[in-house]
């Protein structure tokens, strides 16, 4: 069988290349259908070496979708998400607007696809980049060891903010290297040469958003709210590619061999970590424009009896965006 997918934010930095891993892993598609906001609609984008006019959202009738795809911002799926869903598509959702509902899955291919059956509002919530990417690395040590505490202080990359991100890291550096001033927009201060301990809004207590994600999310994911996550999330002038310093705590004691073992049988992770120059993922060496979590300088705690560190680099549009997303699509077609 083949499906009409929709793709919404079809010109957005996960959008497109949401279309182009659906070309690349051969999802079964009859129709594609890019949507966007009025601005865009009419452009084109690419589809598996073709070009397919964009739709405008606001006026499209998705009774022919099957699986939509979101990844337009929060709010565009608040009011359009429940429309295709009442309609009767799969929408797999990358905001974070139905995440944290009981009623809607929050699912990692690798780590809970059984959840994504259950999905009583036809909608299914794609995580968060940074817990996306922790997650992959961190579930199997989870089943095997028991997850007590994660510390996790987050490198983020400029393409989680979208395309308006990307361009102004771009300006901001070329204009400063030619005394410019760097007239931030995007971000409340200079990206460029920089980094900015903040993402998404403060709350009460002090985290922001983007820290709480990594909290509600974990929780959710794994199905156990017992796991204490202290988060930092910054974000750091690297175009592609999250980063993240993460110091665990188990219950019963993994040494590194056992963890490096284990994480290179587990699926979707690969291990780099040899420890010399170079012997370990970066961004720009490992994750950017590849599918797989890096996991690199695997170490024992030395300030706790039971605590590893790790260092996880992956792609945040692939894996922590629109691959997950596409696996997501890939285990809805497999339903039949
Ligand atoms: P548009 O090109 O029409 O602005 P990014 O995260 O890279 O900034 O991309 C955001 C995506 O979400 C773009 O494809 C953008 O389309 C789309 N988008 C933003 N607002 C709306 C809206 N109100 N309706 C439909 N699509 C929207």
Redesign the pocket.
């Known amino acids: 069988r083949r499906f009409n997918v929709a793709v919404?934010?079809?010109?957005?930095?996960?959008?497109e290349t949401m279309l182009s891993i659906l070309a690349e892993r051969k999802f079964p598609v009859a129709e594609i259908i890019p949507?966007?906001?009025e601005?865009?609609a009419g452009s084109e984008v690419e589809f598996d070496g073709r070009k397919v006019r964009v739709q405008d959202?606001?006026t499209f009738d998705p009774k022919d979708v099957d699986i939509a795809l979101f990844?337009?911002?929060g709010s565009?799926s608040r009011e359009y998400a429940p429309k295709f869903a009442a309609a009767g598509a799969v929408v797999i959702d990358n905001s974070s607007a139905f995440r944290y509902e009981d009623d809607v899955p929050l699912v990692v291919s690798e780590v809970n696809p059984e959840a994504a059956r259950q999905r009583p509002r036809g909608i299914i919530a794609n995580p968060n980049c940074s817990t996306m990417q922790m997650l992959v690395a961190l579930a199997p040590i989870h089943r095997e060891y028991g997850i007590e505490r994660i510390n996790v202080a987050t490198y983020q990359s400029v393409s989680g903010a979208?395309?308006?991100a990307l361009e102004e890291l771009g300006r901001q550096t070329a204009g400063i290297l030619n005394f410019q001033d760097p007239a931030p927009q995007r971000f409340p201060v200079q990206i460029a040469f920089n980094l900015i301990p903040h993402i998404d809004e403060f709350l009460d207590n002090g985290f922001t958003k983007e820290e709480m994600k990594l909290v509600w999310e974990t929780r959710k994911i794994l199905g156990d709210d017992g796991i204490q996550v202290n988060p930092t999330a910054v974000r750091v002038p690297v175009f592609y590619g999250h980063s993240e310093a993460v110091a665990i705590e188990t219950r019963k004691k993994v040494t590194v061999e056992q963890a490096r073992e284990l994480l290179a049988r587990s699926p979707g992770v690969e291990v780099v970590d040899e420890r010399k120059p170079g012997g370990y993922p970066t961004p720009v060496t490992h994750a950017s424009g590849r599918d797989a979590v890096y996991v690199g300088r695997i170490r024992e705690d030395l300030s706790h009896p039971r605590g590893l560190n790790l260092w996880i680099v992956s792609d945040n549009i692939r894996k922590g965006a629109a691959l997950n997303a596409v696996q997501l699509a890939e285990l809805v077609a497999a339903e039949g």
């Open positions: 919404v934010g079809a010109t957005g930095a996960v959008g949507l966007a906001s601005r865009s959202l606001a990844s337009a911002g565009v979208g395309r308006s």
